[in-house]
């Protein structure tokens, strides 16, 4: 964890630079309703079981610093906020499409996912002040994060507390909060099975004086590690009795993708159940996700989202749909455009909403997000790899042959960066001791060049001219 002078020094740079980049998150994409709390939750506790850093260990070798938010009024893009990301350490930001979809495009999931290590955020108001809303994030041993605190004005505030086993698993998460001097506070608890899957989720209120249980979610996998159940129980507090309160159940394809679930609410009929169905393409690529209703003993369209792709393999159109009962039809609500820089980070989100008048997309508003290159970890920080390595010609002219002679079998990576921290070249040894690398370096630019070999064990690197 950082230390109180880390702290000061990370909020005096920030005041200092205060930084011309900003962005917030992008307020035009419908938000979750309580229906999806269960599959919302699931897709948290398969994010959850995780080791934490793994997600920074695999990467790319660039950050977000910044992103901006304009609104469009039909002739020009107007800066709506803005929000800048401040690094006191070697930590990374990276936000990846998953983030960007409907139901995680928001700040408080954003906090929550072990992808943001950032240490600081600000945001600015449309005219480029520094607004009450600010995030700071402290991360213990392996990057994992231990609190995270967000402010949006005098009186009212998150700070979100994390605990981990010594297995890296989240086992406990304290969420408080302040609005108009009142403090609420919620806490859960994780538990695992003898398999590492978390299997039991413990939800508990605050009274004020103790902390009360007042839910408990069962959950159940199959022989791959998906989880096609989910059961939730809530505490009654007139009977003093656990009440099942909601069931959740998927089903899975051969390549362990999710196509269908079904939440059933089993309590006073709190609503109708509800069911998702999703499809792919042969390269398992989501090409839709349909929302249906339970209603008159048949399941009835609600919502889809359809997804396009280029030729990589996140999305670059994300359209939803409502369905029309009259018409007997789907009706365009809102879609995205997306594009991505080469280390598939989110470069431009351009959202645009259905002219029904004139049957068109109508450009609503557009994100952008800033990176900057950095060494994607923290060599000062980093066991050094037991290895001999030969690097020649020096200076490299269009090939580079490298000698590679480790301790001991293991995986290892090969990465070539430039001096700005952008990845160039990169190279993947599977149980290897001692192999000979030759790369291209022909498309490589005069300069000064890091190579670095990632073992299991280790990491160690040279510095190469060209």
């Known amino acids: 964890m950082k230390t109180t002078t880390q702290f000061i020094f990370c909020v005096l740079f920030l005041i200092i630079t205060k930084g011309t980049f900003a962005q917030i998150e992008n307020s035009g994409l ?38 901006t938010y304009h609104t469009y009024n039909g002739n020009v893009y107007s800066l709506q906020d803005s929000t800048t990301y401040i690094y006191c350490s070697n930590y990374g930001y990276d936000p990846t499409y998953s983030l960007c979809s409907n139901n995680y495009y928001n700040d408080n999931n954003w906090s929550d996912n072990f992808n943001n290590m950032y240490d600081s955020s600000f945001h600015y108001d449309t005219g480029g002040n520094l607004s009450a809303r600010k995030v700071i994030n402290f991360f213990g041993v392996n990057h994992k994060l231990m609190h995270h605190y967000e402010s949006y004005n005098v009186n009212a505030y ?32 994780y538990y695992y099975n003898g398999a590492g ?50 069931t959740w159940n998927a089903t899975y394809n051969g390549a362990n993708n999710l196509i269908s679930s079904i939440t059933d609410y089993t309590v006073n ?93 109508a450009v609503s508003g557009k994100t952008t997000f800033y990176y900057q290159g950095y060494f994607a970890e923290s060599l000062s920080g980093i066991q050094p790899l037991d290895a001999d390595i030969a690097i020649y010609p020096v200076p490299v002219q269009d090939v580079l042959n490298v000698d590679v002679n480790l301790s001991e079998k293991q995986n290892s990576e090969i990465l070539v960066l430039d001096m700005t921290g952008k990845q160039v070249l990169k190279n993947v040894y599977n149980m290897s001791a001692k192999y000979h690398v030759v790369l291209s370096t022909s498309s490589l630019a005069p300069g000064s060049y890091l190579f670095i070999i990632k073992g299991e064990k280790g990491v160690l690197s040279r510095k190469f001219a060209k």
């Open 30 to 67: 419908i938000q979750s309703s309580s229906c999806e709390k269960i599959p919302l939750r699931v897709r948290e506790v398969m994010q959850q079981q995780n080791v934490h850093s793994t997600a920074k260990k695999n990467r790319s070798s660039s950050r977000l610093v910044a992103r």
């Open 197 to 246: 899957k978390l299997n039991v989720y413990k939800g508990f209120m605050w009274t004020g004086a103790a902390w009360q249980q007042n839910e408990i979610d069962s959950l159940f996998y199959d022989g791959n590690g998906n989880v096609i159940g989910m059961s939730v129980y809530d505490y009654d507090n007139v009977n003093a009795v656990w009440t099942l309160n909601q």
């Open 158 to 189: 998150y700070c979100r507390t994390h605990q981990y086993d010594p297995n890296e698993k989240r086992t406990q998460f304290i969420d408080s909060s302040l609005s108009q001097g009142s403090i609420s506070k919620r806490m859960l608890q």
């Open 269 to 361: 009929n709190q609503m109708n159940d509800i069911k998702w169905e999703n499809t792919f393409d042969a390269s398992n690529r989501q090409l839709t996700e349909t929302i249906l209703e339970y209603k008159g003993g048949t399941w009835v369209n609600k919502h889809r989202t359809s997804y396009a792709y280029a030729a990589g393999i996140y999305p670059v159109v994300n359209q939803s749909e409502k369905w029309d009962s009259l018409a007997n039809s789907w009706i365009n609500l809102y879609k995205m455009d997306l594009t991505y820089n080469a280390g598939n980070q989110v470069e431009t989100l351009v959202n645009f909403t259905w002219d029904t008048l004139n049957s068109v997309w």
